[in-house]
């Protein structure tokens, strides 16, 4: 009897250990709708994307011919998912068109704070990270999710 109510504890105690960070996880993980980034660094993020992704993705992120829109439904389901980290990842590598990889990891996080305000996702008090790691602990969801409100 005192062998199986040690298994029995042992196998419980495997359970939570194997468990137990799994829900931590869950509770760790945070949205666009939680406020990561400023007002501040979406304003600064502004400056950036007027110099250097105005020209393709328009004034208002509206998209034109050669490049997407980066406001409204077709862009938030395209990125409806994804971590936030990738998000940046792909801008870091892959923008500007005519000159991929010039922004700096900073400047990056800066324009995606601003798209994030464009998109009326709620500012914080903290900054957007530059490190991709962090940032795939939040993920982009187009909305915004109920126990959220």
Known sequence: MRIRTTGLALVGMTVIGVIGPALRAQETTRSVWDGVYTEAQAKRGEAVYKLSCASCH??????IEMAGPLTGARFTANWNGVTVGDLLERVKVSMPNDRPGTLSRQQ???VLAYVFSVNRFPAGKTELVRQTEV?????FEATRPAARH
């Open 135 to 139: 940032l795939k602990q939040i993920k």
């Open 58 to 63: 328009g004034v208002a992120l509206e998209g």
């Open 108 to 110: 990056t996080a800066d």
